[in-house]
């Protein structure tokens, strides 16, 4: 598994006016955490400006430019949980979003690959988007399998 997931790196039942706001407190948690620089955390908005990074219902994966990679320090996750939803354009609502910082390309492709082994089963989505155990949260991003996690 390439990263861990620190409770206060899960964000529970929050609630936002745009998805720059959720992309601002994601990228907040990085830095604060000095997971990544701050110029990672403007690269996310530059990368949210060039292409969406809503990836499936109601999921966005927010993270930032190539040219960004070297402003990642270590591989980071940050869980946002939206239940009444935001705005991510092109009529798309966000509930989950999961902003991500790889050390390179391989740690961050990875990162998205354990992180669609999960998203892959709409059950789990539904979980993720209930949960209210940043445990449960952990458990389930970082058990890296897929499977439904019981």
């Keep these: 598994m ?29 830095v604060r955490s000095a997971d990544v620089s701050p110029g990672y955390a403007r690269a996310m908005f530059e990368k949210e400006d060039q292409y969406s990074t809503w990836v499936t219902d109601g999921v ?19 869980f946002v949980q939206i239940p009444k939803g935001v705005d991510w354009g092109d009529g798309k609502t966000v509930h989950l979003a999961i902003g991500m910082a790889g050390t390179g390309d391989e740690q961050h492709l990875q990162l998205l690959a354990e992180l669609a082994g999960v998203l892959q089963r709409p059950e789990n989505i539904e979980r993720l988007r209930s949960s209210t155990s940043s445990q449960e949260v952990i458990g389930m991003l970082t058990a890296g399998d897929g499977q439904e996690v019981e």
């Excluded at 390439?2 to 907040?28: M, T």
């Excluded at 993270?63 to 270590?74: D, F, I, P, S, W």
């Design 2 to 30: 390439p990263f861990s997931l620190p409770s206060d790196h899960v964000l529970l039942n929050r609630q936002f006016g745009s998805k720059r706001d959720v992309i601002q407190v994601i990228g907040d948690v990085m």
């Design 60 to 78: 966005a994966l927010p993270h930032g430019t190539n040219q960004a990679k070297k402003e990642v320090l270590r591989n980071s996750i940050v």
